[in-house]
């Protein structure tokens, strides 16, 4: 595969429940994100990921939870979500963060329901 | 506190026109400008980047604009085709490297 792969697609859980959403990039970059895509929202930046190391949270509440093993692969752990935490989740990879000209590759997106 | 606004929220134009999407931000001091595309229910892909010392960007049927100093940019689409519909993103990547991204601008082109 090529480019930026997310799993699942689609995902429904309870309040009380856990789960994981996975990304994976085949390109080679060092940096890793996650953005939140609520409907009629503004894009949000969660996480950012540099070389492994979580180099930006932005304020999330500790109901998510980041994960980077290696620059490949990037988790976000859910639990005890809320209704309103429903949400087209994005991961996305670049090179470097700091690298100005070259944009960053996004994956398909995880559409989360939390009922 | 970075804010980019994208007006309109909608269009709806017939195949053929020529468009144009405008993006506003408000601090200039911006590294890039990127328009992003993104399909209903999809990731986004970039179409063009502009470097904060550069006027403007073309691929194809796409041109982009920016004035960093009166914090614009336009996105203009020449000849639109139906498989041009889809939501069109407008970030600016600002000073702690962070893209800050736009409502988006949601096009539908009629056959």
């Known amino acids: 595969e090529t480019g930026v792969t997310q799993t699942p697609r689609h995902l429904v859980m309870g309040m009380t429940n856990k789960k994981s959403l996975k990304c994976e990039q085949h390109?080679?970059?060092?940096?890793m994100y996650w953005y939140k895509q609520s409907a009629k929202k503004p894009l949000e930046l969660m996480f950012v990921?540099?070389?492994?190391?979580?180099?930006e949270n932005n304020s999330v509440p500790s109901r998510f939870s980041p994960e980077c093993p290696n620059s490949s692969h990037l988790f976000l752990h859910l639990h005890t979500l809320q209704p309103e935490d429903s949400a087209l989740y994005l991961c996305?990879?670049?090179?470097?963060?700091?690298?100005?000209?070259?944009?960053?590759?996004f994956g398909p997106g995880t559409r989360l329901l939390v009922l | 506190k970075q804010e980019v606004t994208q007006i309109p929220a909608a269009l709806s134009v017939p195949e053929g026109e020529n468009l144009v999407l405008n993006c506003s931000f408000t601090d200039s001091a911006i590294y890039n400008l990127q328009w992003f595309r993104q399909d209903p229910g999809k990731g986004l892909t970039s179409l063009l980047l502009i470097q904060s010392s550069q006027r403007e960007q073309t691929s194809g049927r796409l041109n982009a604009s920016l004035d960093k100093s009166s914090g614009r940019s336009t996105l203009y689409i020449a000849a639109s085709q139906p498989g041009d519909s889809a939501t069109y993103l407008c970030?600016?990547?600002?000073?702690?490297?962070?893209?800050?991204f736009g409502s988006g601008t949601r096009l539908l082109v009629r056959p």
């Open positions: 390109l080679g970059h060092n940096a």
């Open positions: 990921y540099n070389f492994k190391e979580q180099t």
């Open positions: 970030a600016v990547m600002d000073s702690s490297y962070k893209l800050i």
């Open positions: 996305a990879s670049s090179p470097e963060p700091g690298r100005t000209i070259e944009t960053q590759y």
